[in-house]
């Protein structure tokens, strides 16, 4: 077996209610039961398979996500993390986040983190504002987000993360920015400020794009901006375009991705990417339907062969992503770090337009020894799209 290490991200997709920007896979669960104790079963033995198929124990970074990670009990909780613990080795300076719906958050539940694998919680506040909370249908309210904050400031003792979201409908300007003050004073190492997205098929998304709900977009880019700067003047150096954090404090899980590194996922609606010594690689997505797939992962090893849907990644799709995901990053991409990965040297084409860009001061190019690193400035990731768009690979 090698020692290459891996990320691992589990997927929780139950929810008590779904919120009306949200996008990302759920289901409503039954209030009685939660997460069902076969939903955990069939993910231990789905962990299994997929280390024996990747050809490695050695793992970096554990991310739970969901979905709502935080309904599941203490006791399923202290199964999962006990079965994680004897099937993997973890790296020394390991990362184990769980995500958290505030009001899950107890003395109890943080306690019993406090002395398990876990290193991090990453916690959804989403606003301080009660009338935005309800609109958007977030199961916690302000009386909720202070009560988390306050336990984990009190109580947890590794490292937390904070989620916002700016400009949700009728949020103001002037309350956002007293909100980041509160959020602040309560002393988190990493911050994720998300600039709304709109999706269409999702409940808000369907009220906005119809005209039911007037949403001003130029405001909702102003207010994300003035956050940003806020963050920045008081200690959370932006490193990624919505990720703020302390010096050190980064997310190494997402690093992940970002990096164009392997990375495993489990769970129903689970996605992982693994790459080959060229660069191409393979991607699965795990069936969304949960009773089939507690029903495949019954056992170590899949019943049926329509439990995930695989893509194969080409080189040049691989190069695209590569540049998609890396210039995400404030501190952009390697031409050495590019070399090791495609065996080949950074594209001319991009060189190119890295050099027009640089002209109109929308870049950084910096030599070092034996190196060069492209990375799009602080203006510059307001067009990172724009970038994309125009590359020639």
């Known amino acids: 077996m090698n020692k290459k290490a891996f990320s691992l991200y589990i997927h929780i997709p139950f929810c008590i209610s779904k919120c009306t920007y949200c996008d990302f896979f759920s289901i409503k669960c039954n209030k009685e039961t939660l997460v069902p104790d076969t939903y955990i079963q069939a993910l231990k033995n789905e962990i299994s398979f997929r280390i024996k198929e990747y050809g490695s124990k050695l793992c970096k970074s554990v991310y739970i996500g969901g979905g709502t990670p935080s309904l599941l009990s203490i006791e399923q909780f202290s199964s999962l993390f006990d079965y994680l613990s004897g099937c993997l080795e973890f790296t020394k300076d390991y990362e184990f986040t769980v995500e958290m719906n505030p009001d899950d958050i107890t003395q109890s539940l943080i306690g019993f983190f406090n002395n398990s694998i876990v290193t991090r919680i990453s916690c959804g506040i989403q606003s301080l504002d009660q009338k935005v909370l309800e609109y958007v249908k977030r199961r916690a309210g302000v009386k909720e987000n202070l009560s988390a904050l306050k336990i984990l400031k009190e109580n947890w003792k590794k490292s937390l993360s904070l989620d916002l979201i700016s400009a949700l409908p009728f949020e103001k300007e002037d309350s956002f920015i007293n909100n980041l ?212 690979l």
């Open 181 to 392: 003050k509160t959020i602040i004073d309560y002393n988190p190492d990493h911050i994720s400020l998300y600039s709304l997205t709109l999706e269409e098929e999702t409940p808000l998304g369907k009220e906005v794009f119809t005209s039911k709900l007037p949403y001003d977009f130029d405001k909702a880019d102003s207010m994300w901006l003035k956050g940003k700067t806020f963050l920045e003047q008081n200690g959370y150096a932006q490193y990624e375009i919505s990720n703020f954090c302390k010096k050190g404090k980064e997310c190494r899980h997402n690093l992940s991705y970002w990096n164009h590194e392997d990375y495993i996922g489990a769970g129903s609606g689970g996605t992982g990417t693994v790459y080959e010594a060229d660069g191409s690689g393979k991607r699965w997505t795990n069936t969304t339907d949960i009773e089939r797939y507690i029903l495949t992962w019954q056992k170590d090893s899949p019943s049926d062969s329509d439990y995930e849907t695989v893509e194969n990644i080409d080189k040049k799709t691989s190069i695209f992503e590569y540049f998609m995901m890396g210039l995400r990053k404030t501190s952009g991409i390697s031409a050495v770090h590019y070399k090791n990965i495609f065996n080949q040297a950074l594209p001319s084409s991009i060189i190119k337009q890295f050099e027009e860009w640089n002209k109109k001061a929308l870049v950084s190019i910096k030599k070092t020894d034996g190196d060069v690193i492209y990375s799009l400035n602080s203006q510059g990731l307001l067009f990172l799209n724009q970038f994309l768009s125009s590359m020639e």
